[in-house]
């Protein structure tokens, strides 16, 4: 099975933009997602289909694609958007993989 | 409203197995596959595999293969993933979720906590 690689951790400054990115050779041919897990909660997926944002969820959260790597952006960052943050996708046989998780802080 | 209740916490001995439950509704129960992910304390999301609730299909992580066993009884809307073997290291969260291959469907339950312990 192949990997997903994320940063450990992101600090952003509040009304800031924090970027975190997610590596996979397969992300080129494989739609990614994305969620985001706080405390004691199960994960909400913030976007899928790499770029596309589920109803709810707020437009400071924004995915892109280039290559092996895929982005979430979240602009005017919020104190509430700290958290954990996962990308997972899935190979053409439906085994799917989770990011290594990304760990958001709002200073 | 679409809803996955898992079943309460279980403490287990080392060799022993766990079955977790998955009841949904608010949905067609057999419309979307439903996945298996843990959480070990401290660590990150490990998806373990997942059950067509339409055909009985199931896929799973390689590292789990041979010791999970997922199923699903469409009469009552409900899917259970059981584990063998258990050791410390299966102590962890473990959630199902209901999910759509384009990810525009996708609710998990609340997560069970499992405990391997002598």
């Known amino acids: 099975s192949y990997e997903l690689t994320q940063p450990p951790s992101v600090s952003v400054s509040p009304g800031q933009t924090a970027r975190i990115t997610c590596s996979g050779d397969?992300?080129?041919?494989?739609?990614a997602y994305w969620y985001q897990q706080k405390p004691g909660q199960a994960p909400v997926m913030v976007i899928y289909k790499d770029s596309e944002r589920p109803s709810g969820i707020p437009e400071r959260f924004s995915g892109s694609s280039s290559g092996t790597t895929v982005t979430l952006t979240i602009s005017g960052v919020q104190a509430e958007d700290e958290a954990d943050y996962y990308c997972?996708?899935?190979?053409?046989?439906?085994?799917?993989?989770f990011g290594t998780g990304t760990e958001v802080t709002v200073l | 409203q679409v809803q996955l209740v898992q079943s309460g916490a279980e403490v287990k001995k080392p060799g022993a197995s766990v079955k977790v439950s998955c009841k949904a509704s608010g949905y067609t129960f057999t419309d979307y596959h439903i996945h298996w992910v843990r959480q070990a304390p401290g660590q990150g999301l490990e998806w373990m595999g997942w059950?067509?609730?339409?055909?009985?299909?199931?896929n799973s992580a390689q590292k789990f293969q041979g010791r999970v066993t997922m199923t699903r009884d469409t009469s009552i809307s409900t899917a259970y993933m059981e584990l063998r073997r258990l050791t410390s290291d299966d102590t962890a969260v473990y959630y199902c979720?209901?999910?759509?291959?384009?990810?525009?469907?996708?609710?998990w339950g609340q997560g069970t906590l499992v405990t391997v312990s002598s």
């Open positions: 397969a992300l080129p041919k494989q739609y």
């Open positions: 059950i067509n609730p339409n055909t009985g299909g199931t």
């Open positions: 979720a209901a999910k759509e291959r384009s990810g525009s469907f996708d609710y």
């Open positions: 997972q996708s899935a190979d053409s046989s439906g085994t799917y993989v």
